[in-house]
Nanobody, 121 residues
């Protein structure tokens, strides 16, 4: 079984910074792609940033230049550094990992529990 645990959310003033972290544990062959999504009240869940197995990154236009996604060398954690935060960034942030469970090349997407990020004065 694979579990993703998120940390780092909280309340921050506009212009401030937060760093989110997501750690995977359990039994798996490898983790391929990782990403962060967010969902604000009354809105659809949207992709914030992701990183592929080849370390290629992709960002939503709304966060380009402000957010940075990264992973550790073991590819079991993914972080999201959030700078210059705006009230529009307020949402529940979810970690997602594409996990290869065995030597058979099939992957399953796993989600973290979600962590609240609130940007307000």
């Amino acid at each position: 079984q694979v579990q993703l645990v998120e940390s780092g959310g909280g309340l921050v003033q506009p212009g401030g910074s937060l760093r989110l972290s997501c750690a995977a544990s359990g039994s798996f062959f490898s983790i391929n792609a990782m990403g962060w999504y967010r969902q604000a009240p009354g809105k659809e869940r949207e992709l914030v940033a992701n990183i592929t197995s080849g370390a290629e990154t992709n960002y939503a236009d709304s966060v380009k230049g402000r957010f940075t996604i990264s992973r550790d060398n073991a590819k079991t954690t993914v972080d999201l550094q959030m700078n210059s935060l705006k009230p529009e960034d307020t949402a529940v942030y979810y970690c997602n990992m594409q996990v290869r469970l065995t030597w058979v090349r099939n992957v399953i997407g796993y989600w973290g529990q979600g962590t609240q990020v609130t940007v307000s004065s």
